[in-house]
């Protein structure tokens, strides 16, 4: 079966450095994507990684192992507009199969 | 401006009445796809298209029918909608079958089916 796993929330303070984390298991693989949806708006796109290793991007990074099936999106200098869902999602052939989301609760 | 629309964005009706959301997008996207979002569920595929004339099933299909007759165009019908269809609607495109993780999601549709 197709399982992606991520906590449910978790809280942080402005200026400060959070990781979330998502594990997944799918019967196929063409890619893992971040997306970031604040409360009442469609989701947008944020960042995706293939291959294993770290991608950066401005204050947000995202890491993947696909042996170990994990990734972490690492979001950097929290600002209390970040405070939004952060949803984990498998490529798996023609879908994107989506994670239930990371509430992220950023506190000043 | 790039973008994908539905409508409405708020809808309330009653068990049994048919209704069309529509959906529409002007970024020449190949592939289309429908989601719900229901609170502890996460977003969850209804159905996609791949390019006109074709769709597939995604993981909750039932009480629910597409059709893609144009390429901009990707309307979701609830011909004899229930309460358990009470959800977040979303419509969303992307280039092709291929670019699906970086797809431009439109605003929503809030339904509520008494």
């Known amino acids: ?108 | 401006e790039a973008q994908v629309t539905q409508n409405p964005r708020y809808l309330i009706t009653v068990t049994g009445k048919k209704l069309t959301v529509t959906c529409s997008q002007n970024m020449n996207h190949e592939y289309m796809s429908w989601y719900r979002q229901d609170p502890g569920l996460g977003l969850r595929q209804i159905y996609y298209s791949m390019n006109v004339e074709v769709t597939d099933k995604g993981d909750v299909p039932e009480g629910y029918k597409v059709s893609r007759k144009e390429k901009r165009n990707f309307p979701l019908i609830l011909e004899s909608p229930s309460p358990n269809q009470t959800s977040l609607y979303f419509c969303a495109s992307s280039l092709t079958r291929e670019s699906v993780g970086e797809q431009y999601f439109g605003p929503g549709t809030r339904l509520t089916v008494t």
């Open chain 1, 1 to 108: 079966g197709q399982n992606i796993d991520q906590p449910t929330e978790m809280t942080a303070t402005e200026g400060a450095i959070v990781q979330i984390n998502c594990t997944y298991q799918t019967s196929g693989f063409n890619g893992l994507f971040w997306y970031q949806q604040h409360a009442g708006e469609a989701p947008t796109f944020l960042s995706y990684n293939v291959l294993d290793g770290l991608e950066e991007k401005g204050r947000f990074s995202s890491f993947l192992s696909r042996s170990k099936g994990y990734s972490y999106l690492l979001l950097k200098e929290l600002q209390m507009k970040d405070s939004a869902s952060y949803l984990c999602a498998v490529h798996n052939t023609d879908k994107l199969i989506f994670g239930t989301g990371t509430r992220l609760q950023v506190f000043p």
